[in-house]
Nanobody, 123 residues
Framework: QVQLVESGGGLEQAGDSLRLSCAAS????????MGWFRQAPGKEREFVAA???????IYASSVKGRFTISRDNAKNTMYLQMNSLKPEDTAVYYC?????????????????WGPGTQVTVSS
C-alpha cells in the first residue's frame, strides 16, 4: 500500500513563494505518475499539476507559469514550487499518485491521496 504525506503548507502573503513536498512510502513510485489537486473552501476540488514517470508535466491554466512540479525518484518525493502566490491559491493541497505511468487531469485516475496541507495566501 502507498502512503503519501504532504508538507510545506502555511500562511503567506500575495507575491510570496512556497514549496510543497510529498513524501511517498510503501513502494517506490518512480514508474508512476504523481500530481497535486487543491480544494478551496466552498469549492470543488480541482487539478493543479501532475508529472509522469519520465518527467512530462501538465498544469492547470490558472497556475501555469507560476507553479513548477518536480520529482526526485531517489527520494520517492515530489515537489510543487509555487511562486507569485495569489489569494485565490488559498486551498488545501493534496498529493496524489496513480499506478499508471502517465499524468492525468482527472482526479478519478489517482488511487492514492495524501491527507492534504493547508496553504493560505493573504492579500
Amino acid at each position: 500500500q502507498v502512503q503519501l504525506v504532504e508538507s510545506g503548507g502555511g500562511l503567506e502573503q500575495a507575491g510570496d513563494s512556497l514549496r510543497l513536498s510529498c513524501a511517498a512510502s510503501g513502494r517506490t513510485l518512480s514508474g508512476s505518475a504523481m500530481g497535486w489537486f487543491r480544494q478551496a473552501p466552498g469549492k470543488e476540488r480541482e487539478f493543479v499539476a501532475a508529472i509522469s514517470w519520465n518527467g512530462g508535466k501538465i498544469y492547470a491554466s490558472s497556475v501555469k507559469g507560476r507553479f513548477t512540479i518536480s520529482r526526485d525518484n531517489a527520494k520517492n518525493t515530489m515537489y510543487l514550487q509555487m511562486n507569485s502566490l495569489k489569494p485565490e491559491d488559498t486551498a488545501v493541497y493534496y498529493c496524489v499518485a496513480r499506478t499508471s505511468s502517465y499524468a492525468s487531469f482527472d482526479e478519478n485516475a489517482y488511487a492514492y491521496w495524501g491527507p492534504g496541507t493547508q496553504v493560505t495566501v493573504s492579500s
